[in-house]
């Protein structure tokens, strides 16, 4: 597709539920980013894939973080037992190997 | 503790007049640095990088690298109500050129 695409775009679960957050990156780029954002605060790292392997997962807060990309493609965010703190908007990147990030359009995770 | 400070602002500037905006980093070993504008609940947007000491310019848009002071500039000319944004700065961590560190941003204003 012509951007990075990310379903949905919003999420609303209760707390101790588990929840799945979609990335699709740019045609053919082979590195995708996972962030998190709250409000007022930079994007905070949580993992980074080179093809279908986590090159860095040094951001995944706690094991309740786990991400895939097994076709080297589309990645998943799994979050379980999710936690109030853990509400924020999740933004995935992508690009190609020495290139900048560009962004999709982020989902919203509200924990109640 | 790597660190991007930015000025959080509110930058306030009248329309047609520069806006200055600018960030500093603790890591050394910082390789690349990059701009994104974002707009209130959107995703970044990515507005320049820069890789080398100097200047770099794109339209209206100049990114200022100086590595020996860990500073990084963004001079935005003939501002536009358009403009107005945060405008986030972000480095890589040294040793690790797709993991970046980001600031917290600066609130821009654009007024006409």
């Known amino acids: 597709g012509a951007g990075v695409s990310q379903t949905p775009s919003n999420k609303v679960t209760e707390k101790g539920k588990y929840v799945e957050l979609r990335c699709d990156p740019i045609?053919?780029?082979?590195?995708l980013y996972w962030y998190r954002q709250s409000l007022g605060q930079g994007p905070e790292f949580l993992i980074y894939?080179?093809?279908?392997?986590?090159?860095?997962d040094s951001g995944l807060p706690n094991d309740r973080f786990f991400a895939v990309r097994p076709e080297g493609s589309v990645s998943t965010l799994k979050i379980q037992r999710t936690e109030r703190g853990d509400s924020a908007v999740y933004l995935c990147?992508?690009?190609?190997?020495?290139?900048?990030?560009?962004f999709g359009p982020g989902t919203r995770l509200t924990v109640l | 503790q790597k660190e991007v400070e930015q000025n959080s602002g509110p930058l306030s500037v009248p329309e047609g007049a520069i806006a200055s905006l600018n960030c500093t980093y603790s890591?050394?070993?910082?390789?690349?640095f990059f701009w994104y504008r974002q707009y209130s609940g959107k995703s970044p947007e990515l507005i320049m990088f820069?890789?080398s000491n100097g200047d770099k310019e794109d339209g209206r848009f100049t990114a200022q690298l100086n590595k020996a002071s860990q500073y990084v500039s963004l001079l935005i000319r003939d501002s536009q109500p358009s403009d107005s944004a945060t405008y986030l700065c972000?480095?890589?961590?040294?040793?690790?050129?797709?993991?970046?560190?980001w600031g917290l941003g600066t609130s821009l204003g654009v007024n006409p």
């Open positions: 990147a992508s690009s190609f190997p020495t290139s900048p990030q560009f």
């Open positions: 045609s053919g780029h082979t590195a």
């Open positions: 894939f080179q093809g279908t392997g986590a090159a860095d």
């Open positions: 890591d050394r070993g910082s390789q690349s």
């Open positions: 820069i890789y």
């Open positions: 972000a480095v890589t961590e040294a040793g690790n050129n797709r993991k970046l560190i």
